[in-house]
DNA sequence: GACTGTGAAGCCATTCACAGCT
DNA sequence: AGCTGTGAATGGCTTCACAGTC
């Protein structure tokens, strides 16, 4: 059994590939090639199938990829052949919008437990789920067998639900707030930053990826 | 006048280099180190001075760099001096959180227009906003100047608003639907795909960046 | 002594180009 | 002939290590 290290690039294009593999299929396609799939997601041919090449040899020489099998594999290795409850923290507009969020739950995500320390929060209905106190999340992380964190609180609290979520095992967190989280090092964030993504697109606008020092 | 070429994850740093830059001066700190910085949003000092270096220099050897002036250089390198109006497609719970979204307005980005072709949307009032049909899109984009658009309508409409916001000259899109558009290439895109960041969380809930192949 | 700025070195990811298979 | 799988080459980003400055 050969352990190897895995670029988080690759990681990232194959969940896209599994997504595209996953439209393919419901439009009735049954056969790909790497090409078709570099094309349909924007990145090369070469890059696709060395992408593959890190979990096994999955193709036809010839004739391409099966599309369900292809698929199949992407979702296992992604470690999507279970469903995964995820437990939210932060009941404002943001933490209310990915309680619905659909694109969530056609991958196997669901958020089953929403937890606010704002007391006008508490207790209100978000679809099939009730607005708890942050402190009932422990009890529901172990109930639920949770392992993926949401943090969609104000920046100035986001640290410290971090660290509930840190002492509760959690070792997957998902961060909405613009601060850099302090956990330790076996706990992985992932940080979605709206500003970042806006801010790299206005220096684009102004300097194209090039820089003009002035003098 | 030399150009030259900025890798995106200077970019993407030097954003979050900037709201950093802008806590510590908020709260009275008025120089700071490069290791300080790095400290604070996780990455080395080494790389804090070299991205940097792309654009000038700032610091003061033996002492650090001015929190406020570094932090107003940060600013104009990311085309921050003035405020960005945006124009978004989509109504949805999604949409409607991000009309709501604080961290935009610190930074200066501001959605001035919602839009949408769902008619038991138009006319919803988003704070100060009113949700208007998708067709009066370009006339508030040549109103405001709007040079930003934000998708965050279904999937399947994704492409369709894109053109849109391509046929009126926005040269930068935040996309949100999990899709790769179809777009010149003097057109930037950045996608926010929050199934891809979960998927790489699950990765690596199994593998810690490791691939065992079973055999 | 402390910290910046930067060429050089090292490392990692992408692209190339072709052998191998159908 | 067509397309995959992959070593080799390339390119780009990060780290190192130290000269330069206060």
Redesign the interface.
């Known amino acids: 059994?050969?352990?190897?290290?895995?670029p988080?690039a690759t990681?990232?294009r194959?969940?896209?590939y599994?997504?595209?593999l996953e439209r393919l299929d419901r439009n009735g396609v049954t056969s790909v090639s790497s090409g078709e799939i570099a094309e349909?997601?924007?990145v090369s041919p070469a890059q696709v199938r060395k992408d593959l090449a890190?979990?096994?040899e999955f193709g036809t020489r010839g004739v391409g990829y099966n599309v369900k099998d292809l698929m199949h594999y992407t979702m296992k290795?992604?470690?999507?052949t279970q469903p995964?409850p995820m437990a939210l923290a932060g009941a404002?507009?943001?933490g209310?919008?990915?309680c619905?969020?659909?694109?969530?739950r056609?991958?196997g995500?669901a958020i089953v437990g929403v937890f606010d320390n704002d007391l006008t929060k508490i207790g209100k209905r978000i679809e099939d789920l009730t607005v708890q106190p942050l402190e009932e999340m422990p009890q529901v992380i172990k109930q639920r067998g949770i392992?993926?964190g949401i943090i969609a609180v104000?920046?100035r609290a986001a640290q410290e639900v971090a660290d509930l979520m840190v002492r509760n095992h959690l070792?997957?967190i998902?961060n909405f707030a613009?601060i850099?989280l302090n956990v330790p090092e076996d706990v992985?964030i992932?940080n979605?930053?709206?500003?970042?993504?806006?801010?790299?697109?206005?220096?684009?606008?102004?300097?194209r990826?090039?820089?003009?020092?002035?003098?």
């Not at 619905?100 to 969530?104: I, L, V």
């Not at 806006?198 to 606008?205: A, I, S």
């Not at 990826?209 to 003098?215: A, F, I, P």
């Open positions: 059994m050969k352990t190897l290290r895995v988080e990681v990232t194959l969940s896209i599994s997504r595209f349909g997601v924007g890190y979990f096994g290795i992604l470690n999507l995964w404002g507009n943001l209310t919008a990915l619905t969020y659909r694109n969530f056609e991958r995500f392992r993926i104000p920046t070792k997957a998902l613009p850099a992985m992932r979605v930053d709206l500003s970042v993504s806006l801010e790299v697109l206005t220096f684009n606008l102004k300097y990826g090039t820089y003009e020092s002035e003098e």
